[in-house]
């Protein structure tokens, strides 16, 4: 009987391990949704009524979901919109954020103006782009 014998040759890689870079980002300890336009004081996203001399800052909190390094680069983070220029970073988050670590991010209103002002805040990963709404009240 005839018996035909095949040789195969097996190659091991290392499987991918965790998960990849994610961010999620907090206010107040809540978590903001990306795409997020409903700002509201609960999640820090909504700064209330604030007169212009006595500008308000909220912190939010850059987290990474995930295992590996997220990259979010210098420039990162911008405030866009009509009003933006009321919006100010005022403390930047680290540039790398280590599985599982996070990363400040500080934004002053400071209003120019009465009335409701909102803004967009952009957190740039890669060629991802998490947003959520910002939104305070000028009085005098």
Not at 74 to 91: D, P, Y
Not at 92 to 97: A, K, M, N, V
């Amino acid at each position: 009987e005839d018996i035909a014998r095949t040789t195969i040759y097996v190659t091991a890689a290392d499987l991918p391990s965790g998960r990849p870079a994610r961010l999620g980002v907090e206010g107040n300890g809540v978590e903001i949704a990306g795409g997020d336009v409903s700002p509201s004081p609960f999640d820090h996203t909504d700064f209330g009524v604030v007169k212009a001399t006595s500008p308000v800052t909220r912190e939010f909190l850059l987290r990474n979901r995930g295992d590996a390094p997220l990259t979010l680069g210098k420039g990162a983070v911008t405030v866009t919109g009509e009003q933006a220029a009321e919006f100010t970073i005022s403390q930047s988050p680290r540039e790398t954020i280590e599985g599982g670590g996070s990363t400040r991010l500080a934004i002053r209103f400071t209003p120019k103006g009465t009335g409701a002002r909102t803004a967009t805040v952009e957190v740039k990963t890669g060629e991802k782009t998490f947003t959520f709404s910002v939104r305070g009240e000028g009085s005098e």
